[in-house]
């Protein structure tokens, strides 16, 4: 590839890894079920103060069990730092997420997201995330984060 080419490719697969971080976020606020498949490989792994998770299956219950407990969620995405290497991918990001508990009450809850990915043949994937948290409002005992 001329570096023309490897400059495009580069740009390309960092936008799409952007893109894929959005779309977490997207994911966990508005319940894409459904999209699981766009954004995580079968086989991912995922560790977070809620617990742990190997494969989608076990992901989407760990998800769930703890978004149920919230009228609404919102999480924001910021400071991506994309280390590109081949077919493979490292992807930090900090999330400040929102949580609505009901009419009266919210918490807040403040983490980094560690993504690993992987090229294939649909696109990137996420194979794994670890989230380490750095701040939580007393709310959020509600759902453990």
Do not use: C
Not at 76 to 102: E, S, W, Y
């Amino acid at each position: 590839m001329t570096s023309t080419d490897t400059l495009i490719r580069e740009l390309a697969d960092r936008a799409e890894l952007a893109d894929l971080v959005a779309r977490h976020s997207v994911w966990i606020d508005e319940g894409r079920w459904d999209e699981t498949d766009r954004i995580f490989t079968r086989d991912v792994a995922v560790k977070s103060p809620r617990g742990e998770a190997r494969g989608t299956d076990e992901l989407l219950a760990l998800v769930k069990r703890g978004h149920d407990a919230f009228a609404q969620t919102v999480h924001n995405k910021a400071n991506l730092v994309i280390d590109l290497d081949g077919d493979t991918a490292a992807v930090r990001a900090h999330d400040i997420a929102l949580f609505v508990v009901d009419e009266s009450s919210t918490a807040l809850a403040a983490g980094i997201a560690h993504y690993r990915a992987r090229r294939t043949a649909d696109g990137w994937r996420f194979t794994g995330l670890e989230i380490v948290p750095a701040a939580l409002t007393a709310h959020i005992a509600r759902a453990s984060l």
